[in-house]
């Protein structure tokens, strides 16, 4: 990664935490290491960017949020029904690899922006040859769009793909993570429901989804993140490239076994709360929906 075009978390353009396999890193100030632990890091970056940085990203999210949910979730629903004669156990694992796969293509240039956008500063903000921008680090990027940094003369095919960068390391995440976490969810959400043929209440629909979706949102997080570390490296770089093996094995021996599962707490305990809310709320309108009107 080009150490001029992006100023990580606050620290110098000299200093980046997240680099290209095989580029020696540089030294860091004493404010600029790679976070210990999560209230450390929060710390940190409350204390050198402002609190308002902890939501930077938040209008992407929600501009991914629609497309995404309106495209996953259905279709899981769809493949899900087609294929559960057919494979039975196995199908809510396929039916959410397809669907997460679906939806990943349709969304990978809100997500390069959004990973941009929570990593970095305003790329015109960072200083060249390596010389800290100063101390003007709470400065809050111009747009969204800025982060894209599209090169103007190069061809439009290029230029297409830049907006697909990472996609594949996000593929790689996202879709093992889909798998398992219908995998889980399905069996636990229909221990939790009344048996089959019964139906059930509003009340009952809400709960199982809660905590199916709390338990296996948060195992599949935690089982995905050495994979969401290679996503956000390959989508911080200036290529379009993704060495994802090249760069799990960086990472393994830079940092050993510990480095690959870097950030698990908060990736866990984001992830269970939103699986379930998403879940249980998909679910219970579902039912609304399904219920019959005089």
């Known amino acids: 990664m080009s150490s001029s075009k992006w100023a990580i978390a606050g620290c110098p353009e000299a200093c980046p935490r997240m680099v290209s396999p095989g580029t020696p890193a540089a030294r860091c100030g004493v404010d600029c290491p790679v976070y210990g632990s999560t209230i450390e890091g929060i710390r940190k970056i409350v204390r050198q960017e402002g609190a308002r940085v902890l939501w930077r990203g938040t ?3 929600l ?7 309106g495209i996953y979730l259905p279709l899981y629903d769809f493949l899900q029904g087609e294929w559960a004669d057919s494979l039975g156990a196995a199908a809510p694992l396929y039916a959410g690899a397809l669907a997460r796969t679906v939806a990943v293509l349709c969304t990978s240039p809100l997500e390069l922006i ?7 500063l305003h790329p015109q903000q960072a200083s060249i040859d390596g010389k800290s921008s100063g101390t003007g680090n709470k400065q809050q990027p111009a747009n969204m769009w ?14 297409v793909r830049t907006l697909w960068t990472g996609v594949g390391a996000t593929l790689a995440r996202d879709v093992p993570f889909s798998a398992i976490y219908w995998g889980l969810l399905e069996p636990i959400r229909g221990s939790l429901l009344p048996p089959e043929g019964s139906t059930p209440s509003r009340t009952q629909t809400l709960t199982a989804n809660l905590v199916a979706g709390t338990l296996a949102g948060g195992s599949a997080a935690a089982v995905t993140t050495p994979l969401d570390v290679v996503k956000t490296r390959a989508q911080l770089e200036h290529s379009t490239q993704a060495p994802i093996i090249q760069t799990l094995r ?11 599962f870097t950030g698990v707490a908060p990736r866990a305990v984001r992830a269970a709360p939103a699986c379930a809310i998403v879940v249980a709320s998909y679910e219970v309108i579902k039912a609304v929906y399904a219920e019959p009107r005089f």
């Open 250 to 260: 960086h990472i393994a021996e830079k940092d050993g076994f510990r480095g690959l």
């Open 63 to 69: 501009l991914m949020a629609v497309p995404m949910v």
């Open 146 to 159: 800025s982060h894209l940094k599209l090169d103007k003369n190069a061809s439009l095919s290029h230029r």
């Open 59 to 61: 209008d992407v999210s």
């Open 114 to 120: 959004r990973t941009r956008m929570q990593a970095v």
